[in-house]
C-alpha cells in the first residue's frame, strides 16, 4: 500500500479509530491491532512476502531469547551469526544473487572461460533491506549486552513490522522503538497535530516536488545521449530535489503516522542540502542508514581510531557498502565511493566535525561563505547523483562529460508543461529555509499566527497537492532498496 | 481524542471552501498548461459551445446524431436539408457512452427524432472519458447528470474542473463569453457540424497490426443506453463512419467489433461500404475532410433511403 493512494486515505483512519477506540484499553490488543495492520499493508502489494518478514521476525525473537540464556562466547557467537547469516542470506539471494552471478560470469569470460548461469528470476521484496537491517539491530545488540531480549512476540513481530516505517524507513533501532511497544500509549492532542502536520509537508515533497521533478528527469536520462549539457544539467539538478523529496516524504509521512498512534521514530533527515560539508550533509541525510552503519560498521572496524590509513580504509568500507545496500549495480558502488572519495580531504584535515550546528542558525540569511559552501557541497552531492539514477556507468561517465562540454550553453529542453516546477521548487526551498531549526520545514510555520492564517497556509498546501498530483498512483524510490 | 477530532472536522471544512477559493484563482488568473490537474476550455475544440447553445433552435428533427468528434466532422446539415432532412449534431470530442448516455438522457426528448445516428468509433469505447468530459463540463449547463458524469469517470482532472466551473457559473464569470464559428482550419455550421477544408500532411501512413479494445465500462454503459433507446422506441443506427483505409486494416479485429455492434441493433461500417482516397478524403488519418464528408454524406443520405429509415415525403 502506497502512501499517496486512496487505499491507505481509508485504511489509515479505520486503524487509527480501531487503535484508539476499540483497543485502547489494552496494551496487547493495540500491539496486535498494529501486527494485523501491518501485515495487511504489506500484504497489499504481495501476501507471499509475509513469509519473509515473519521468517525474520521468528528467526531474532528466538536467537535473541536464546542468547539471554547462554553465556558461553562460542556459542554466542554461533548465533549471533546464524542470524547474520540468514537475514543476510535472504537479502543476498533475493538482491545480490544476478548481481554476482553476471560479475563472475563476466569475470571468467576475461580468461576466456564462457559461463552460462541461471539467473533467478525473482522479484525484490518490497523493504526487504529495511527491516532486515532492523531486526538485525535488534539481535546484534542483544548479543552485545546493550539491550535486553524481549519475551513479548506480540511487541516484537510489531517492532519490525510496524507499518508506518515498514518499507523505506526510518530504520529503527530496536532500543528506541521496541521499548515503545511494552508502555501504554496516551493520546496527546499535540502529538497528532504534529503528526498531521508532517504528514501533510511529506505529502507535499513527494507528491508535488518529487513526481513533478521525475516527469522531467525521466525524460532526460531515458535518453541522455540526446540532450544537451545544460538539458542534463537541469535534469540531474531536479533528480537532487526527486530524490529528497521522495526519501524525505515518505520519512516525514513515517514518522507523522507513527505519531498518530503514540509512537516516536528517529529523525531521517535534517535539510542536507543545507550542509555547509559533505560530512555534514551525510550527518543530515538518511541518518537512520548512516548511524547503523557507524554503530554496526564503521565502529567495529575501528572507527575514527587508530591511524589516518586505518580511518580512510573505514570509511571508503562505509561508503561503499552502503552505495552496495542501495543496489545491485555498480552504480551504487560509485556513487558510494565517490562520496567517500569528497569525504577524504575531511578526514585528513581532521576537519570533519566543523559544521555541527544547522547552517546560519537564529539567522535569516547565510553569509557569503556559508552561501558558496552550501552550493559548493550540492555541487558534489550533484555530480554523485548522476551515478545514482544512471542506469550503468558509461551513461553517468557520459552525462558529466556532456555536462563539461560547450552544451552547457545552449538552450535547455524545457517544455512548457513544466514551466510550473521552478516556482513550486523556489516556494519549497524558502519553505525549507525558513523551518530549518525544526525537525521538519513547517512544524512551526504560521504557529504563533492566528488559527484563520495557518489553516489557510495548510489549505494551500493540500490545494497543490491535488493540483499538482500525478494521476496515476507513483511509488516512493526507495521502495526498490 | 474529542477535540482533536473536532478541530480536524473543522479544519476540513474549512480547507473545503478554501480549495474552492484556490480553484477560482488558479482557474481565473493561470493558463491551462500551468493547472496541471484543472483544465476548464470553454470553447475547446469541437465548438460544443455552440452546439449546446444554438439547441434551443432545433426541436422535432429528423435525425440526430450523437458520438466523437467523427460525428460532427461527417454529417453536413447543409446535404441534408437538400432533402428535407433537418438535423442536429450531438457530438463531442472523444465522446464515450457516458457522454452520449447523459446527452440522450438530457436532450433527447426535446429534439425529439425520427432516427439516432450512433457513431460508434472503436476507441471511444477504451479512452477515460477525461477530455469529453472536460468539454462537457466547460461548455454545458450544470446539472446532476454533469455531476454524476464526473463521478463516473472519477479523475482529478474532471473533480478540479468541476469545481471551478461550479464556482466560475455562481459569480457568472463566462456569461458573456461568445465562441468565435472559425477556429484555425475549423469553421462551425449551424446544426453542429465542423467542417476542415485540409488535406492530410503525409500520404503514406503506415500503422503496425493492432487490435481494437473495448472496455468492459464502456460497453455496460453503451447496452444500458441502447435499452433506453428500444424502451422508449426510438429508431436508432450505430454506424462507424469512414477512416483512411491503412488505419482501418491495420486493425486485425474488425470482424468482432462489427459482430459485436450487429448484434445491438441495426448496424454498417462505412468503412466496408464505401472507398475514399486516404490522401484527398482526410485531413488526419481518422477524420474525413470537406471533400469527404460531400462524398460520404450523398451516399450515406441513399443508404438512408435504401433502409427507408428516413422519410422525408
Sequence with gaps: MLFNSIDFA????????????????????????????????????????????????????????????????????????????????????????????????????????????????????????????????????????????????????????????????????????LPQFYRKRIFNNKDASNGLRQILWGL?????????????????????????????????????????????????????????FGFRLMKNFAFPYFSRDIAEFWRRWHISLSTWFRDYLYIPLGGSKGNLLSKIRNTFIIFIVSGFWHGANWTFIIWGFLNAAYFLPLLISNKNRVNLDIAAKGKFLPSIKEFIQILFTFSLTLIAWIFFRAENTQQAFAIIGELFSYSILSAPYFPKQFSVLPYLLLIFIVLEWIGRENNFAIEKVYLSCKLFYRWTFFSFLIFLIVMYMQTKETPFIYFQF | MKVFLKKLFGFLMFSFVMYLAFIFLWGTFFDNRINKNMNFKIGSNGHLFSRLNEIKKYKNVDIVFVGSSHAYRSFDPRFFKEHGITTFNLGSSSQTPVQTKLLLNRYLNYLNPKLIVYEVYPPTFSSDGVESSLDLISNSD????????????????????????????????????????????????????????DTIKSTNYRFENTNWELNPTSLHIFEETISMLKFNSRNYILIQTPITKSLFDSHLNNKEIDNYFKRKGLYINFNREILLNDSTNFYDDHHMNKTGVAIFNKFFINKLHQLKLINTE
Design chain 2, 142 to 197: 450544470m446539472n446532476w447528470d454533469i455531476i454524476k458524469m464526473a463521478i463516473q469517470t472519477n479523475h482529478i482532472k474532471v473533480y478540479n474542473t468541476l469545481a471551478y466551473s461550479l464556482v466560475a457559473k455562481l459569480f457568472g464569470l463566462n456569461n458573456d463569453f461568445n465562441e468565435n464559428q472559425k477556429k484555425g482550419k475549423d469553421i462551425y455550421f449551424s446544426g453542429g457540424y465542423v467542417e476542415r477544408d
Design chain 1, 10 to 177: 481509508v485504511f489509515l483512519p479505520i486503524v487509527f479509530l480501531l487503535y484508539w477506540f476499540v483497543a485502547n484499553k489494552n496494551l496487547r490488543l493495540q500491539n496486535f491491532l498494529i501486527v494485523v495492520s501491518s501485515y495487511i499493508f504489506y500484504g497489499w502489494w504481495d501476501w507471499r512476502f509475509l513469509s519473509l518478514i515473519i521468517f525474520s521476525s521468528l528467526i531474532d525473537f528466538f536467537i535473541g531469547k536464546k542468547l539471554s540464556i547462554c553465556e558461553k562466547p562460542s556459542s554466542r557467537k554461533f548465533l549471533i551469526g546464524a542470524s547474520l547469516a540468514l537475514n543476510l542470506g535472504l537479502l543476498g539471494v533475493f538482491k545480490y544473487f544476478n548481481f554476482f552471478i553476471d560479475n563472475f560470469s563476466q569475470a571468467f569470460s576475461l580468461f576466456g572461460i564462457a559461463l552460462n548461469p541461471n539467473r533467478l528470476s525473482i522479484v525484490l521484496p518490497v523493504g526487504i533491506s529495511f527491516y532486515t537491517f532492523q531486526t538485525l539491530s535488534y539481535s546484534i545488540d542483544v548479543y552485545r549486552k546493550k539491550m535486553e531480549p524481549t519475551n513479548d512476540l506480540i511487541s516484537f513481530l510489531a517492532f519490525v513490522s510496524f507499518f508506518p516505517q515498514l518499507v523505506a524507513g526510518p530504520i529503527e533501532r530496536a532500543s528506541n522503538l
Design chain 1, 204 to 260: 507535499f515533497k513527494k507528491v508535488v516536488i518529487a513526481d513533478n521533478c521525475a516527469e522531467y528527469v525521466n525524460i532526460i536520462f531515458s535518453n541522455s545521449s540526446s540532450h544537451s549539457g545544460s538539458s542534463l544539467l537541469i535534469g540531474t539538478l531536479f533528480f537532487a530535489f526527486q530524490i529528497y523529496g521522495d526519501f524525505s516524504g515518505y520519512s516525514d509521512i513515517a514518522i507523522g503516522t507513527a505519531k498518530l
